[in-house]
């Protein structure tokens, strides 16, 4: 393994407090995997084996309901990690993940880390961090889809892309429009009107780039009352 996809991995939460000799041990045996873009990374209802940390790309969670619709669960990029818990508990994966862009995974056996978890008991730690890193993310995207707009949803989703702190940035949307109105809670041509309210907020779409004039202002937004955004129409 790359010795940047080992520090990546080191730094991860799934491992970040993990002793040096375990997590040693844990990614010695681990594999580096390679998805093409679309490709199928685990069906949902497939038994959990693996715990995977994103080393290159975007992979994207998602459930089928029984009249075939999708809802996108998450979407995790470098450095991010998922399918712990059920792994864990030896669990069939509840959601389907499929890589959104070419990606590389650093695939964990669950087995290997039950392993560990027996011979260095405080790396149970390291997954209850990662599994409620999941279920904080979660209650923010419940929490966001009942206590803000639609177009305050896709600001927050702009700062979090962000890689500037203030003033004007540009930001490099990473994967498509379709994907990003799914991880939002929203339809394709409810995201085109959120973009479009955004224009006078200083955010111009333009092809996969938003440029932003002024992040504390979008931010100051993103925050407001969703009341007084309604009350405006955006």
Wanted: proline share 3%.
């Amino acid at each position: 393994m790359k010795a940047e996809y080992y520090r990546l991995a080191r730094e991860s939460v799934l491992l970040g407090s993990a002793p040096e000799v375990v997590v040693e041990a844990v990614l010695g045996a681990a594999h580096l995997r390679e998805f093409e873009r679309g490709a199928t990374i685990f069906l949902q209802g497939e038994q959990a084996r693996a715990i995977y940390i994103v080393a290159e790309g975007w992979v994207k969670l998602y459930r089928i309901a029984p009249n075939g619709a999708e809802a996108v669960v998450n979407v995790f990029t470098k450095g991010s990690s998922f399918g712990e818990a059920v792994a864990f508990r030896n669990m069939p994966y509840p959601v389907a993940a499929e890589a959104v862009t070419g990606c590389r995974l650093i695939r964990i056996e669950a087995s290997v880390f039950m392993r560990m978890i027996e011979d260095s008991p405080e790396i149970a730690v390291s997954m209850l961090s990662a599994t409620y890193t999941h279920l904080h993310a979660l209650v923010s995207q419940i929490e966001a889809l009942k206590a803000q707009t639609g177009a305050q949803r896709v600001a927050e989703f702009l700062l979090e892309l962000a890689d500037c702190t203030s003033g004007a940035c540009k930001v490099v949307l990473p994967y498509d429009k379709v994907l990003i109105a799914g991880r939002l809670g929203m339809k394709p041509e409810s995201l085109s009107r959120a973009f479009a309210r955004l224009k006078d907020h200083g955010v111009a779409i333009r092809n996969n780039v938003a440029t932003i004039t002024d992040l504390d202002a979008l931010r100051d937004y993103a925050d407001e009352d969703p009341a007084q955004a309604w009350s405006r129409g955006g």
